[in-house]
């Protein structure tokens, strides 16, 4: 059974970065597209950013371009999304989704979801 665990979450002041990890056990990652979602209070949840399963096809939505960087090392299983110039908007339970065949938009897509971590902006 694939199994997803994030982590680096917190209090973030404006402006300031964060690091989150996605580490998947069970299979070895370069099988999986590992898309980034978050979920703010009140909102439905949105796609985030997405790695395809070879790196070499990544995507972001459009409020957190040229702000937030994907990345993944296979040989630690663990995907990465590194957070800068972080603004309040960005508040949110951020989830990692694992999937064999693509990097989808939507959540519904995707086969596999660790259980978040919170991240807050605020000062």
């Known amino acids: 059974q694939v199994q997803l665990v994030e982590s680096g979450g917190g209090l973030v002041q404006p402006g300031g970065s964060l690091r989150l990890s996605c580490v998947v056990s069970?299979?070895?990652?370069?099988?999986?597209?590992i898309g980034w979602f978050r979920q703010a209070p009140g909102k439905e949840r949105e796609g985030v950013s997405c790695?395809?399963?070879?790196?070499?096809?990544?995507y972001y939505t459009n409020s957190v371009k040229g702000r937030f960087t994907i990345s993944r090392d296979n040989a630690k299983n663990t995907v990465y999304l590194q957070m800068n110039s972080l603004k309040p908007e960005d508040t949110a339970v951020y989830y990692c989704?694992?999937?064999?065949?693509?990097?989808?938009?939507?959540?519904?897509?995707?086969?596999?979801w660790g259980q978040g971590t919170q991240v807050t902006v605020s000062s």
């Open positions: 069970g299979d070895r990652l370069e099988h999986y597209y």
């Open positions: 989704a694992a999937d064999q065949a693509a990097c989808y938009y939507t959540d519904y897509e995707y086969d596999y």
């Open positions: 790695i395809s399963s070879l790196d070499d096809y990544t």
